[in-house]
């Protein structure tokens, strides 16, 4: 967003309230969606796939209504991707509250359009003054003092209308999220239905129709049920551990694969990379690595220590790291192998988190153990003109980040 005008600072325009601690034994029930880092985008914007409720009570001050900004002023890995980040809380967010690690803007004035306000603080500029003034070593932060003091440009037309176009193309993107979401979701609740709770297989047992479904579907399913290692399972379906039908490629320590050029690097992602959704600011590592080890958009991650996620990788070619699994099958699909990681993820999590270390993680050994009931490749191959369309949405939304990116470089 660059252009000509010097506009006032922050602290002229806003005071900021800060947010405080949380009792974690009330998260989940009914309540104001916390608003910590989880919830705001590496460099800025809002992130709605890790949210939780908070049942316990919370001072009004420390409550956003769709439409107000909040920000980090800190941060816990050395990126300084999310130190001073901002986000604005969404339409779909009724009510959200601050957590110890965020703080809400209040504006004292109307003088200056808050979208802008919003826009410039999601500029490279604002980003780069925010890390060349991080404090800390291992967590970063940034004092109220710096954060207030940053001088915003000035509202002019050529801006006003760019921030038109960014919030039109933000409504774009945030349409895509929730189309996204909710395919994914379809896509995830067929899978449960077809290969955990076998639904057509019972309706068909019991001579009923399988729901949802036309004819030509219903008759891949079998009308019967045959015991195995893990109970009853389909007939003709075969019990298969996650890593005997897809292979998990454990990533490298790349700080031992330096690049050999300035102009001859493999962006390295990390844990940090894979929920940022892009390698802006990683560190580089060597471009002649095996071909395994690099990662191409489409391709399914998994960081299985620290922050458990499953994702498509979407940010451009990059090195994988140690701490992620890269997955692959040359036996099914990628969205079965995709829905399967993620169904086991929730129990994952709970291994990880009962882990007596600083960073929580699982062993191969739990992939061994997380087991299905896999139909003849015939059968998966017919459904996957039903499930693999549901989860490539999810490909085409980092081509409309980019146009934000874009205009405002």
Same mark, same amino acid.
């Given at each position: 967003?660059?252009?000509?005008? *010097?506009?006032?600072?922050?602290?002229?325009?806003?005071?900021?309230?800060?947010?405080?601690?949380?009792?974690?034994?009330?998260? $989940?029930?009914?309540?104001?969606?916390?608003? $910590?880092?989880?919830?705001?985008?590496?460099?800025?914007?809002?992130?709605?796939?890790?949210?939780?409720?908070?049942?316990?009570?919370?001072?009004?001050?420390?409550?956003?209504?769709?439409?107000?900004?909040?920000?980090?002023?800190?941060?816990?890995?050395?990126?300084?991707?999310?130190?001073?980040?901002?986000?604005?809380?969404?339409? !779909?967010?009724?009510?959200?509250?601050?957590?110890?690690?965020?703080?809400?803007?209040?504006?004292?004035?109307? !003088?200056?359009?808050? !979208?802008?306000?919003?826009?410039?603080?999601?500029?490279?500029?604002?980003?780069?003054?925010?890390?060349?003034?991080?404090?800390?070593?291992?967590?970063?932060?940034?004092?109220?003092?710096?954060?207030?003091?940053?001088?915003?440009?000035?509202?002019?037309?050529?801006?006003?209308?760019?921030?038109?176009?960014?919030?039109?193309?933000?409504?774009?993107?945030?349409?895509?999220?929730?189309?996204?979401?909710?395919?994914? !979701? *379809?896509?995830?609740?067929?899978?449960?239905?077809?290969?955990?709770?076998?639904?057509?297989?019972?309706?068909?047992?019991?001579?009923?129709?399988?729901?949802?479904?036309?004819?030509?579907?219903?008759?891949?399913?079998?009308?019967?049920?045959?015991?195995?290692?893990?109970?009853?399972?389909?007939?003709?379906?075969?019990?298969?551990?996650?890593?005997?039908?897809?292979?998990?490629?454990? $990533?490298?320590?790349?700080?031992?694969?330096?690049?050999?050029?300035?102009?001859?690097?493999?962006?390295?992602?990390?844990?940090?990379?894979?929920?940022?959704?892009?390698?802006?600011?990683?560190?580089?590592?060597?471009?002649?690595?095996?071909?395994?080890? *690099?990662?191409?958009?489409?391709?399914?991650?998994?960081?299985?220590?620290?922050?458990?996620?499953?994702?498509?990788?979407?940010?451009?070619?990059?090195?994988?790291?140690?701490?992620?699994?890269?997955?692959?099958?040359?036996?099914?699909?990628?969205?079965?192998?995709?829905?399967?990681?993620?169904?086991?993820?929730?129990?994952?999590?709970?291994?990880?988190?009962?882990?007596?270390?600083?960073?929580?993680?699982?062993?191969?050994?739990?992939?061994?153990?997380?087991?299905?009931?896999?139909?003849?490749?015939?059968?998966?191959?017919?459904?996957?003109?039903?499930?693999?369309?549901? *989860?490539? $949405?999810?490909?085409?939304?980092?081509?409309?980040?980019?146009?934000?990116?874009?205009?405002?470089?």
């Amino acid at each position: 967003m660059q252009s000509e005008g *010097i506009g006032p600072t922050l602290g002229t325009l806003v005071n900021i309230v800060r947010g405080n601690t949380y009792k974690s034994a009330l998260l $989940g029930l009914p309540g104001p969606v916390l608003l $910590g880092l989880a919830s705001i985008q590496r460099d800025g914007g809002f992130r709605g796939d890790s949210l939780k409720t908070y049942g316990g009570e919370s001072a009004s001050k420390l409550l956003l209504s769709p439409g107000d900004l909040y920000v980090s002023l800190k941060d816990v890995t050395q990126s300084g991707d999310l130190l001073g980040a901002v986000a604005r809380l969404p339409k !779909s967010v009724p009510v959200g509250r601050l957590t110890q690690d965020t703080v809400k803007l209040v504006f004292d004035t109307a !003088s200056y359009p808050p !979208s802008l306000l919003y826009w410039a603080l999601r500029a490279p500029e604002y980003r780069s003054y925010c890390r060349e003034r991080a404090i800390g070593t291992t967590n970063l932060s940034l004092s109220r003092d710096d954060f207030l003091a940053f001088q915003l440009p000035a509202a002019t037309r050529p801006r006003l209308n760019l921030v038109e176009l960014l919030e039109r193309i933000e409504h774009r993107i945030d349409l895509l999220r929730q189309t996204n979401a909710t395919l994914e !979701s *379809i896509a995830q609740a067929l899978f449960k239905s077809w290969f955990i709770d076998f639904d057509p297989v019972r309706a068909k047992a019991e001579g009923r129709e399988p729901e949802g479904m036309d004819a030509a579907a219903a008759a891949l399913f079998p009308a019967e049920f045959e015991e195995s290692a893990l109970g009853l399972t389909p007939n003709g379906w075969t019990v298969r551990s996650l890593d005997s039908f897809a292979t998990y490629l454990n $990533g490298l320590a790349l700080q031992k694969y330096p690049a050999e050029r300035e102009d001859e690097y493999l962006p390295v992602i990390k844990i940090a990379q894979l929920r940022a959704g892009h390698t802006n600011g990683s560190d580089r590592a060597s471009a002649r690595l095996k071909p395994e080890y *690099i990662v191409r958009d489409g391709d399914v991650l998994f960081s299985w220590s620290g922050s458990l996620e499953v994702e498509f990788w979407c940010g451009g070619e990059g090195a994988l790291n140690q701490h992620l699994f890269k997955v692959t099958s040359s036996e099914v699909p990628k969205w079965f192998y995709y829905l399967s990681t993620r169904y086991f993820l929730p129990g994952f999590r709970e291994i990880a988190a009962h882990k007596a270390t600083t960073m929580g993680h699982i062993q191969r050994v739990h992939l061994t153990e997380s087991r299905l009931a896999l139909p003849p490749a015939s059968v998966m191959r017919a459904l996957s003109t039903v499930v693999g369309p549901l *989860i490539s $949405g999810k490909l085409r939304l980092p081509e409309a980040q980019e146009h934000v990116q874009d205009a405002l470089a």
